[in-house]
């Protein structure tokens, strides 16, 4: 510990400099061991000596600011996504976004399909009592709810006519990639056409994507993380080359409760076959509340693609116990909100969302329209312009919707209704998933991943949001047995 100034000494220039310290005179003789100071032992050297050697204060200021400067814009941020990759330098305000997809080229044509709902009675039962739901929400508010509503906006969806646009007059046309030999990654892969390209995500739920039934090896996973990364720092923004690399250091930004093996893999991968000088890793909660400038205690509610992630921070650490991952996010919001709008005749009849344009057009209706504002919930009218590849002309339709734009995102409250409309997984071979194995205790054979009581708690059904007597939920908080 360092002593506290003397009053009397309150003119000298006591642990006034960085080179008065002796962790800040190591760092920096580590920093620039060939620089003019001496060797990489000059700290030792001059903790040993009664006289250290002077640097000229100017001199020594100017060579820490360049120091830290330099750390900082050769510091590089990664955070991996199911859907983006966010990756910036550590002086970025906002970091870039960009898909994280690779289009790979196919021999042949593959046909493709939506998925349906697998119980449409359950479905309905569901639907049923989310409608309930949004009408006592309405009640209790005191908003007027329309009677009749539904009947009018199918009624006008029906009967809706396209106007047709033709393609110089089409500001936003979209330039579909149909054939090529190349790979694509990032926004231009998802331009690509999976009748002609095979779409790869290397990224899921946290980890990486090993069940997905494009790969057929872990390392060709391995390969395409390496080339998407490689592909965003080739872009204008960062400009940084494989030749490079070493001189860069990256901060690696991983789930709450992650997976060692995703974590060691995704080290070495940068690391050794990247080539960067050094790897940091920090948890997402912890550095969206750096990134939001919170320093007191919080939640942080994460709503990914494909997850959603809650954990709280207290003093700069994730507390592991609060910490909960949802296996569902904004793409089964995507999914639901389209199929709401189908069901009330909306004017798309072939709507197909595992195409890159009808998947396009349902993100957009559902970041344009979905709301959990009470007064924005009426019958309203708006439009969209629906693009097909292949047709030149685009055709511009009116469509009118009610409760769809509330009842979608309240499925995160009923989740139970998101399961029915995932797509079935295909049978296949568990090849690349056994050649990622989760992380063993070496002696126990046991999962030593980051455990969390109450994501273990919603798997045995015991939060107390499941409770609804205060008896239950006290005998809860004291531990105290049921009767």
């Given at each position: 510990p360092l002593l506290l100034i003397n009053q009397k000494n309150y003119s000298s220039d006591y642990l006034k400099k960085d080179d008065q310290i002796f962790a800040m005179r190591e760092r920096k003789s580590l920093r620039n061991p060939n620089s003019g100071n001496g060797n990489g032992n000059t700290g030792n050297n001059a903790a040993s000596n009664a006289t250290p050697e002077v640097i000229p204060e100017e001199e020594d200021n100017?060579?820490?600011?360049?120091?830290?400067?330099?750390?900082?814009?050769?510091?590089?941020?990664?955070?991996?996504?199911?859907?983006?990759?966010?990756?910036?330098?550590?002086?970025?305000?906002?970091?870039?976004?960009?898909?994280?997809?690779?289009?790979?080229?196919?021999?042949?044509?593959?046909?493709?399909?939506?998925?349906?709902?697998?119980?449409?009675?359950?479905?309905?039962?569901?639907?049923?009592?989310?409608?309930?739901?949004?009408?006592?929400?309405?009640?209790?508010?005191?908003?007027?709810?329309?009677?009749?509503?539904?009947?009018?906006?199918?009624?006008f969806n029906s009967k809706v006519e396209p106007?047709?646009?033709?393609?110089?007059?089409?500001?936003?046309?979209?330039?579909?990639?149909?054939?090529?030999?190349?790979?694509?990654?990032?926004?231009?892969?998802?331009?690509?056409?999976?009748?002609?390209?095979?779409?790869?995500?290397?990224?899921?739920?946290?980890?990486?994507?090993?069940?997905?039934?494009?790969?057929?090896?872990?390392?060709?996973?391995?390969?395409?993380?390496?080339?998407?990364?490689?592909?965003?720092?080739?872009?204008?923004?960062?400009?940084?080359?494989?030749?490079?690399?070493?001189?860069?250091?990256?901060?690696l930004v991983i789930p709450d409760l992650y997976d060692k093996n995703y974590v060691e893999t995704f080290i070495h991968l940068l690391l050794v076959q990247m080539g960067f000088q050094a790897v940091a890793i920090i948890q997402e909660s912890l550095a969206t509340t750096y990134g939001a400038g919170i320093s007191n205690s919080t939640c942080v509610v994460d709503i990914g693609a494909t997850s959603t992630k809650i954990a709280c921070v207290d003093e700069g650490t994730v507390l592991g116990n609060s910490a909960i991952t949802l296996d569902y996010g904004g793409d089964d919001i995507t999914r639901l909100f389209s199929q709401f709008l189908l069901q009330?005749?909306?004017?798309?009849?072939?709507?197909?969302?595992?195409?890159?344009?009808?998947?396009?057009?349902?993100?957009?209706?559902?970041?344009?329209?979905?709301t959990f504002q009470d007064a924005n919930v009426a019958v309203q009218l708006y439009n969209f312009i629906k693009r097909t590849p292949g047709e030149a002309d685009a055709q511009k339709y009116e469509f009118k919707v009610f409760d769809e734009v509330m009842l979608a995102p309240m499925a995160m409250f009923f989740p139970k209704i998101l399961s029915l409309l995932n797509p079935q997984k295909t049978q296949q071979e568990h090849y690349v998933a056994n050649q990622f194995p989760r992380s063993k205790d070496v002696y126990t054979l046991r999962d030593n991943n980051p455990r969390s009581i109450s994501q273990r708690e919603c798997h045995e059904n015991k939060t107390y949001c499941d409770m609804t007597r205060d008896l239950d939920i006290l005998q809860k908080i004291l531990n105290l047995p049921d009767e």
């Open positions: 100017d060579d820490n600011d360049d120091a830290e400067g330099t750390d900082d814009l050769n510091t590089i941020v990664i955070h991996p996504g199911s859907k983006f990759l966010k990756i910036g330098f550590a002086t970025d305000v906002l970091p870039q976004s960009v898909p994280s997809c690779i289009a790979i080229p196919r021999a042949t044509e593959n046909s493709v399909r939506s998925p349906q709902i697998r119980e449409p009675s359950e479905f309905d039962g569901l639907k049923s009592a989310i409608q309930q739901d949004f009408k006592e929400r309405m009640r209790y508010y005191k908003r007027k709810v329309i009677p009749n509503a539904h009947d009018a906006v199918i009624n106007e047709l646009i033709h393609e110089h007059n089409d500001l936003h046309r979209v330039e579909w990639i149909q054939n090529g030999s190349n790979q694509f990654y990032g926004e231009e892969a998802t331009r690509c056409l999976p009748s002609h390209f095979t779409l790869r995500y290397p990224f899921a739920r946290g980890s990486f994507n090993v069940e997905s039934p494009y790969y057929r090896s872990f390392q060709e996973l391995l390969g395409d993380v390496q080339s998407l990364l490689e592909y965003c720092l080739k872009q204008e923004k960062f400009d940084v080359t494989k030749q490079q690399f070493a001189n860069y250091k990256i901060v009330s005749k909306f004017p798309y009849d072939d709507w197909d969302l595992s195409t890159p344009h009808g998947w396009m057009l349902a993100e957009s209706l559902k970041k344009e329209f979905t």
